[in-house]
Nanobody
Framework: QVHLEESGGGSVQAGGSLRLSCVGS????????MGWIRQAPGKDREFVAT???????IYADSVKGRFTISRDNGKNTVSLQMNSLKPQDTAVYYC????????????????WGQGTQVTVSS
């Protein structure tokens, strides 16, 4: 059974940095794209970034230049380095993984982590 576990959330002041990590287990991730989605209170889930097994990356416009996604294929790990954080980045951040759909994670057979809270104060 596929399991994704996030770590690294927390509270920070605006302009600060946090690093999120997600470790996958239960299968090989060589054919999976991995990434991050976030959900702020009262809002829909929002795409943040994805990275394919070969290293292809897509970012949401709202995080370009501030966030960096990376993965370690040998450790089934995807990370999100978040710099210059803004209060509007406050959300629960979810790791997700699944088959590739043109650089994004397909909704079919997508797996989710439990989420980690990121809070940015002004």
């Amino acid at each position: 059974q596929v399991h994704l576990e996030e770590s690294g959330g927390g509270s920070v002041q605006a302009g600060g940095s946090l690093r999120l990590s997600c470790v996958g287990s239960g299968r090989t991730f060589t054919d999976y794209t991995m990434g991050w989605i976030r959900q702020a209170p009262g809002k829909d889930r929002e795409f943040v970034a994805t990275i394919t097994y070969s290293g292809g990356i897509i970012y949401a416009d709202s995080v370009k230049g501030r966030f960096t996604i990376s993965r370690d294929n040998g450790k089934n790990t995807v990370s999100l380095q978040m710099n210059s954080l803004k209060p509007q980045d406050t959300a629960v951040y979810y790791c997700h993984a699944g088959p590739d759909c043109q650089g994004y994670v397909c909704t079919i057979n997508r797996k989710w982590g439990q989420g980690t809270q990121v809070t940015v104060s002004s």
